[in-house]
Nanobody, 126 residues
């Protein structure tokens, strides 16, 4: 079964940085749109960022623009989320997701993504 495995979460102080990584278990993911979502306790899962198949187009959620960057390396088969200037409100479980039906069109809609990782916890202390 194809999987997405996230890593890089942890505890960081406000203003700090973390880099999350997503490693798909199959090379076929190099042709999919990939995304990151997050879910805080008691809240709905929120779109964070998405990237097209070759990395030349990205889409960021309004709350993270200017602070987060999404990138991918199809040779190493990884997708990264660089998070800078972290705030306590960024605290959440972060999920990597794949849209196997799209190479180019990046969506912020959860239902568009059909493969999900288990998530990694990010905690930002004030």
């Amino acid at each position: 079964q194809v999987q997405l495995v996230e890593s890089g979460g942890g505890l960081v102080q406000a203003g700090g940085s973390l880099r999350l990584s997503c490693a798909p278990s199959a090379r076929t993911f190099s042709s999919y749109v990939m995304g990151w979502f997050r879910q805080a306790p008691g809240k709905e899962r929120e779109f964070v960022a998405a990237i097209n198949w070759n990395g030349d187009s990205t889409y960021l959620g309004d709350s993270v623009k200017g602070r987060f960057t999404i990138s991918r390396d199809n040779v190493k088969n990884t997708v990264a989320l660089q998070m800078n200037s972290l705030k306590p409100e960024d605290t959440a479980v972060y999920f990597c997701a794949a849209d196997s039906r799209n190479r180019q069109m990046q969506s912020r809609a959860r239902f568009q993504y059909d493969v999900w990782g288990q998530g990694t916890q990010v905690t930002v202390s004030s």
